[in-house]
């Protein structure tokens, strides 16, 4: 064990690079992009702290050029996936004995290789993977990342140090303990952030891990791994596996040593694996811990006092930045008839000069959506408005999948507060405006607090602070993070702890203590320092 109360160095989030043309950073990254894009890769499964490789794969192609290869990734057998958990549970022999300070090391380092030698890289694979700009690749794949490391170190110290009183009598001591038995992590596409967070802040507290990262992202998951090894993580404490996920996830679930779950992802796949979970309760050694960030029916709502050049930036930024393909990415918008035609005016002006095409032009703020299958459902649903009769397109609408899967960003205007877009989640460029009555404001208010299940992300725009007040108020239930003034995108680790409630997730809020407490097991340890000899008390005389 240490000896010593350590001080681990004061976390600050990292700073967004500009990418400016002829800065240092925009050079490196097209270096970087270039070489990756032009050659292949394979990705093996990585279990027990060595590649694996299977008779079977697939390839990988970015979104914005579907018929180009730029690598092949192994898909698991069961036995993969067995094995993946029995290295786990061998590693936790030791990793979980590992003294803090040693865990922290680990993963401060993989923060300062992510600042440096890896960050042209691990911004190239996500713009290559997930169709990213290269400022969406630079906030997400390495500052978040980066923050997410450093500050889940600082809230691991904040949280050794939360200690029971004790009295001269006796010593209250709390240990926060590593889960007992393994955890899973279940991670999307859209954030290179949160498929490294996810497996990395269970590790952290002691955990060891078996991590599915999500088909379409295993190109840039393989960067996070090819960091963590160059950090440090020990063999089998964060274990890779690739392929069918029910099959993976049945044989993970079925193991009686299954100790929590960590997920961002559908609404419906958490469900289901919520219910699996249940099913299974009484095969597990312990109860596990499920911690999951879902869906979101995100929203923006203007008050007759609002700025309409922000509103519009708002709408503009929220909807469409990575393609509406963020989890608090604004798909619905309320605005006031007397905002309505500036308002109006400047979306309809700012859609119409986005330019749109692969990444690797840093001149583009659109590229494609991640897969055809997300590409075919959001075409469905422009098909249907440009028919229906209470719903009328502003601008966009077009789409296109002969090369990359590019959908245009699509403005719809609906005189239908229900109207299917307005309530379903959509997940793409795709922005639904309801114009109501100045008058009606506290009505709009009601109307938006149950439009929907979802309740991850909101934000109001008003200069009247009564207004504010009112909303704030009205919709305390309907969004996790709640955004004054502002789009309801882009949450910074330790300045807003993200998650939402209802459909939208367990609300553990990543980023924060609040997150890591879920994968520790405190342990009271009371020690006595003079042990009674007696059982009689001085009331019985």
Not at 52 to 71: I, Y
Not at 167 to 184: K, V
Not at 491 to 508: C, H, K, Y
Request: with cysteine.
């Amino acid at each position: 064990m240490g000896k010593g109360f350590f001080n681990v160095p004061v976390a600050i989030n990292e700073p967004v690079k500009t990418y400016a043309p002829g800065s240092p950073e925009r050079e490196a990254v097209k270096e970087a992009y270039a070489k990756m894009f032009r050659s292949k890769v394979e990705v093996p499964m990585y279990i027990n702290g060595k590649d694996v490789k299977t008779k079977n794969t697939r390839t990988m192609s970015p979104p914005h050029d579907h018929k180009h290869v730029v690598g092949t990734y192994y898909l698991a057998e069961k036995k993969h996936v067995e094995e993946a958990i029995a290295t786990a549970l061998e590693a936790r022999k030791n990793w979980s004995q590992m003294p803090w300070e040693q865990r922290a090391g680990i993963f401060l380092k993989a923060a300062e290789l992510i600042a440096g030698p890896y960050r042209a890289k691990i911004n190239a694979a996500t713009m290559i993977a997930q169709s990213k700009t290269i400022h969406q690749a630079e906030i997400d794949a390495a500052c978040e990342l980066i923050d997410f490391l450093r500050f889940n170190v600082q809230f691991m110290t904040d949280i050794y140090m939360e200690q029971p009183e004790s009295t001269s009598d006796a010593w209250n001591r709390i240990e926060y303990r590593p889960l007992e038995g393994f955890t899973y992590a279940v991670t999307p596409f859209n954030f290179t952030a949160i498929a490294g967070n996810l497996p990395s802040c269970m590790a952290l507290m002691g955990n060891v891990v078996v991590w599915k990262p999500s088909d379409s992202q295993i190109y840039s998951a393989k960067v996070i791994m090819d960091v963590f090894n160059e950090a440090g993580v020990p063999p089998g404490v964060i274990n890779v596996v690739f392929g069918d996920p029910k099959m993976i996830t049945d044989t993970v679930l079925a193991s009686p040593d299954f100790s929590g779950l960590h997920f961002t992802g559908s609404t419906e796949i958490f469900k289901l694996l919520w219910k699996q979970i249940g099913n299974n309760i009484s095969n597990y050694k312990t109860y596990p811990r499920i911690v999951g960030e879902t869906g979101g029916k995100d929203f923006i709502v203007a008050h007759k006092t609002a700025n309409a050049k922000q509103v519009a930036t708002a709408i503009v930024r929220g909807a469409f930045e990575f393609q509406g393909q963020k989890c608090s990415a604004a798909s619905r918008a309320y605005i006031p008839k007397s905002l309505w035609k500036d308002v109006k005016k400047q979306v309809v002006d700012d859609v119409k000069s986005f330019k749109m095409g692969s990444p690797e032009d840093m001149g583009n703020f659109i590229t494609a959506v991640i897969h055809e299958g997300s590409f075919d459902k959001l075409a469905k649903y422009i098909d249907q408005a440009k028919k229906d009769k209470d719903a009328e397109i502003i601008v966009g609408g077009n789409y296109d999948k002969s090369k990359g899967y590019f959908i245009e960003p699509t403005v719809i205007v609906t005189t239908n507060p229900n109207y299917s877009t307005m309530c379903t989640e959509l997940f793409g460029p795709v922005i639904t405006i309801y114009v109501y009555d100045d008058k009606d404001y506290s009505k709009t208010l009601k109307l938006v607090d149950e439009t929907s299940d979802y309740a991850l992300t909101g934000a109001i725009l008003a200069t009247d602070r009564y207004a504010i007040e009112e909303a704030t108020k009205a919709l305390q239930n309907s969004a996790g993070n709640f955004y004054i003034n502002d789009k309801p995108t882009g949450a910074v680790v330790g300045q807003q702890p993200f998650g939402g409630a209802r459909a939208s997730g367990t609300n553990d809020k990543a980023g924060s203590a609040q997150n890591l407490l879920r994968w520790v097991s405190p342990r009271m340890i009371k020690e006595t320092f003079v042990t009674p000899t007696d059982y009689r008390y001085p009331f019985l005389g």
